[in-house]
């Protein structure tokens, strides 16, 4: 007998948006001095939101001047102090979290369940963190040593931070480089995502609401030229980006000779990996958790399952009795557990990249998955019969779409994962721990988890190797991009 969910939408009216929104500059709202606006649309819907101030060249010299001033009175205050904002600013979040889950869902179309459940607290979680350790930075354990072995290396702010941010993760991505960025010391120029701006226009209201001195925090929206104008702006000295390998490359390029520190959070193509002894109803559950999260709109999405043959068509026959059991619809019916595609561009790459799987030979299935006639919508998609050379075991498609490959032996499952020019992120589904660890150290990932997936703690790096970035967020290692050292 099959049990239908009665619908249990979470209320928007929680949730005041405003028609239209400027820049957040100086601790004030202001007009861009550019001319574009746009909409940013409910992509489950396609509805306006609100309109968008897009910030010009000037308006991000005006943002950098702001926290140019602002840093040398932040960066003076001793860290105990600085911590007070931080963990004021972590409550607020708490205090709020329900009102920005629903803004987040809204604006990104990710079931509320993960915006309540998963992003929010992490996102308090990184705040209060990094609060934890801006008076700790000497402790931290990095920087040079003098000779004499008498004390350590004095940290150092080092002034301005341009931070771009993607449009999965929006409030949790901000936390994660605006966090650590002030408990160092640094003053902020953030820049969200072009279709997510919501929340992070939120968090502006948030700054004030903590008190937070003026320009310690700034955001101006706007669109790839935005973001290029603060990477390439003479007065930011830190450079953090998280988004497409394409547009990191290009960072680099820019940033090569100059005296500002960069990290990049880029791509992936992560493989999860299942053993033959593994627990099949475990694994098949982080599958879906590693692909099917988020609608796939994940960097370090387990976008490639590496099974081993003996049990690959037990596997295949449970994981799909599972997917049929998934709901997808409304972001904000607490029963979805697929949501919406972030824009009509990103959909737009999902179908493409699995119409070439499709016309490269492997074979599609979907579960019985009616969609909803406005919005922008994808099902569950499952490839199997893959070959490494196909597009859609190489490429990133940032969708809900699993390829499937198996492998007889551990040397050759290793060999297949480390077949990528990517290195975010890996998961390994075994019962014996000796394998795993055998396992773990050879495959080339910034993280591997053991017999779970998508698991994240502020405490914990995080960060890839290879097309898929340098530098770690997260952890005691998120604070060294933003310091500088001095022997004592």
């Given at each position: ?12 009216d929680?949730?005041d ?9 100086n ?8 001319d ?8 489950a ?32 205050l ?20 329900r ?21 929010l607290?992490l996102v ?10 801006a ?6 354990g ?24 993607p ?33 992070a226009l ?11 001195p003026?320009?310690?925090v ?9 973001g ?9 000295d830190?450079?953090?980006f ?18 500002k ?8 193509k992560?493989a999860n ?35 081993q ?26 029963n ?13 790459k999902?179908r493409?990249l ?12 979907s ?17 199997t ?15 809900p ?37 055998w ?9 591997v988890?053991?017999?779970t997936?998508?698991r994240?703690?502020?405490?914990s ?28």
């Amino acid at each position: 007998m099959m049990f239908e969910y009665a619908p249990a939408p979470e209320s928007r009216d929680i949730v005041d948006i405003r028609p239209s929104y400027g820049l957040f500059i100086n601790g004030e709202w202001v007009e861009s001095q550019g001319d574009e606006r746009h909409k940013t649309i409910n992509p489950a819907t396609e509805e306006a939101l609100a309109e968008i101030s897009w910030a010009s060249e000037a308006d991000v010299d005006r943002a950098v001047q702001a926290a140019r001033k602002a840093f040398t009175t932040w960066s003076a205050l001793p860290g105990a102090e600085r911590a007070k904002y931080i963990f004021r600013i972590a409550r607020i979040i708490q205090e709020r979290a329900r009102e920005l889950a629903v803004l987040e869902s809204l604006d990104n179309g990710k079931p509320i369940r993960e915006s309540r459940d998963v992003d929010l607290p992490l996102v308090a979680a990184h705040f209060f963190y990094y609060a934890g350790w801006a008076d700790k930075l000497a402790y931290a354990g990095f920087g040079p040593r003098p000779a004499n072995g008498q004390s350590g290396a004095d940290p150092r702010p080092l002034g301005v931070a341009g931070q771009v941010i993607p449009w999965n993760f929006p409030l949790l991505m901000l936390a994660w480089k605006i966090a650590p960025a002030l408990a160092c010391g640094n003053t902020v120029v953030l820049k969200p995502a072009e279709t997510t701006p919501l929340t992070a226009l939120a968090f502006a209201e948030i700054c004030r609401q903590a008190d937070l001195p003026p320009g310690v925090v700034n955001i101006v929206t706007g669109a790839g030229a935005t973001g290029a104008a603060l990477v390439a702006h003479p007065g930011v000295d830190k450079v953090a980006f998280t988004g497409s390998t394409e547009v990191g490359r290009q960072i680099a390029r820019n940033l090569a000779g100059t005296r500002k520190k960069l990290t990049l959070e880029l791509g992936g193509k992560a493989a999860n990996i299942v053993f033959e002894d593994a627990a099949l109803d475990q694994a098949v559950e982080g599958i879906v958790n590693g692909i099917f999260f988020n609608q796939g709109h994940v960097c370090c999405a387990g976008s490639r399952l590496l099974v081993q043959e003996s049990i690959a068509g037990e596997l295949l026959d449970a994981l799909k009795r599972r997917l049929a059991t998934l709901r997808l619809g409304d972001p904000l019916d607490k029963n979805t557990d697929i949501g919406a595609i972030n824009s009509a561009a990103q959909l737009a790459k999902i179908r493409e990249l699995s119409a070439a799987g499709e016309s490269e030979g492997a074979e599609r299935w979907s579960p019985p998955c009616p969609l909803p006639d406005r919005g922008f919508w994808f099902p569950p998609t499952v490839f199997t019969g893959v070959a490494q050379s196909h597009r859609i075991a190489r490429e990133e498609i940032f969708g809900p779409v699993l390829s499937v490959l198996t492998f007889r032996t551990p040397a050759e499952a290793v060999e297949k994962a480390n077949n990528t020019p990517y290195g975010l992120s890996a998961g390994v589904w075994t019962e014996k721990g000796s394998l795993m660890l055998w396992t773990a150290s050879r495959l080339r990932a910034g993280v591997v988890w053991s017999n779970t997936f998508n698991r994240f703690d502020p405490a914990s790096p995080f960060g890839g190797y290879k097309e898929s970035g340098y530098g770690r967020e997260g952890g005691r290692h998120g604070l060294a991009a933003y310091l500088d050292w001095k022997l004592a």
